[in-house]
């Protein structure tokens, strides 16, 4: 049965006002040194320049989209991210190295899609590391590693699980203001399987489903070109 689109906002508002999925954001963290949380970061990264497609839904008040996409990594922190709605529409393309789009095409709908960089990578399975300045604390338990960023009034929070199936929370706050969490899951030999963001200030909701990662020998260099319109 299909969901009118007016009903399908309902539920998306009932949604966001509601708990976000995945393991909550615990508290005790204690202040750490950046040293400190790189192997938990590290532990994130690929080793090898992949490629991983998938199918994508987004949801906002507007109403919904679909369609598909690729993400090309080229260790440690090089993306190209591409994604596409039906007949080309509602489709867009960014290059990105670390937390800083080369390029993004258009800007506005890789934007709506996806409003900070930090939360692509969390998307794609991955953490990002500290930037210079910024307040690091954290804890760890059996369960779950947990760190957090402070710098000013920008917090980004990171948990990983460590028991039963692998998960990724990022959740990234300006002041009080959530600009968006990511909830990553895993299969048992760490491939991404889904990903959900929610952009809670848009009542807006990104979910993602993964095919099969492929291993690339590189990235050709015209992927890392901007198109012309782009300039």
Known sequence: MRIPAALSVAILVVGCAGRLPGPAIPDGHLPMTA???VPWIAATERDA???TRFSWRFLDEKGTASGRGAAQI???DSLRFDFRGPLGSGSGAAAVIGDTAIWAEPEDQVER???NYPLLWAILGQARYPHQGDLVSGMSNE???AWRY???IDTVDYVMTRIG???LVADVRQGRNRIGRVFTTFDAAGRLIKSRLDIPGSRARLDITFDEPTLLDSIPHERWVAPDDAQ
Do not use: D, M, S
């Open 150 to 152: 402070v710098n000013g």
């Open 165 to 167: 199936t692998r998960q």
């Open 143 to 145: 369960r779950l590693q």
């Open 113 to 115: 899609l996806v409003p």
């Open 35 to 37: 040293g400190e949380v």
């Open 74 to 76: 080229a260790p440690p």
């Open 49 to 51: 320049t992949t490629q």
